[in-house]
């Protein structure tokens, strides 16, 4: 068993899942509904959680009954939660989540992110005690970057779910040690694959991924590039899969090289598409 901290966004999800995207001006009835907490670096503490790993989260919740849909959610699937919002009775980051079941695709509406700051005091040198891993999802810069440079000081990992770009990274890609990106994350300046890997080069990060959904991986390390294969299979949700990748990805690179890391956590991400919402596939031992 290992320990992770995860840093970043965590939301209170409602996902409906419809038969076809709605028209202009159209009601339609959802033929299934969930709730439970979302956002990147909490998904991927539920999914370093369900390999058997201790995983702890900082965010911001509070204690508005919203909230408490997404707690309820973190204590069931064994997280442990450090919630330093600095503004308790706010609502929590909200999400409303459209999933077409004719295809897996999701459409995502959500309340504004930046209103919600951690307090200054929710990290310190001893927050990584115990840490064999740190994730950072870009969310909340000022104590990722102070816990990212404790974590290079202390020599533990430092994983970044490049989501997309968000203002003052610049200031937290120098204390990266892996950094995995969606297709659309764009440094300034960036226009393509080639110049982001350029780009984060640049910054010093020796392993890097670009996730491209369904194609294969893009993979920049030691000085070359290659792909890893992504496994297909039928897609029913494509929700959370990034998040969920990210953190089969924190719990395999403790036990294997980069792109067998990256290969193992593409199955989970892959096998998490082929059911619905972002917790069937932990259900599913053989899986795990």
């Not at 959680?49 to 995983?55: D, I, L, T, Y």
């Not at 029913?236 to 998040?243: K, R």
């Not at 892959?270 to 059911?275: Q, R, V």
């Amino acid at each position: 068993m290992r320990t992770g901290v995860f840093l970043g966004l965590a939301t209170a999800d409602i996902v409906y899942y419809v038969p076809h995207h709605l028209e202009r001006n159209q009601k339609l009835k959802a033929e299934r509904q969930l709730v439970y907490a979302g956002g990147p670096a909490t998904n991927a503490a539920v999914t370093f959680a369900a390999f058997g790993n201790e995983a702890s989260l900082i965010t911001a919740l509070g204690q508005h009954p919203l909230a408490h849909v997404a707690k309820a959610d973190l204590a069931d699937h064994k997280v442990h939660l450090v919630d330093s919002t600095d503004q308790p009775r706010r609502p929590p980051v909200l999400s409303a989540i459209i999933v077409d079941l004719a295809n897996g695709e999701r459409s995502v509406v959500y309340s504004n992110t930046d209103l919600r700051k951690l307090r200054q005091d929710c990290v310190n040198e001893t927050t990584l005690e115990y840490a064999d891993i740190l994730m950072l999802d870009g969310y909340y810069l000022p104590q990722a970057v102070q816990l990212a440079a404790w974590a290079r000081s202390m020599r533990i990992p430092v994983v970044l779910d490049g989501g997309s770009w968000k203002e003052g990274l610049e200031a937290l890609l120098p204390l990266v040690d892996y950094a995995i990106c969606s297709r659309v994350f764009r440094p300034p300046g960036c226009t393509g694959a080639d110049s982001v890997i350029a780009s984060l080069c640049g910054f010093g990060i020796e392993h890097i991924a670009i996730t491209r959904d369904g194609e294969p991986i893009l993979v920049h390390t030691g000085g070359e590039s290659s792909e890893v294969p992504v496994m297909a299979v039928k897609v029913m949700d494509t929700l959370g899969a990034g998040d969920i990748f990210h953190g089969a990805f924190c719990h395999y690179i403790l036990e294997n090289d980069f792109l067998l890391s990256l290969e193992r956590a593409g199955e989970v991400a892959s096998l998490a598409c082929a059911s619905l919402g972002t917790r069937a596939w932990i259900e599913q031992e053989k899986f795990i």
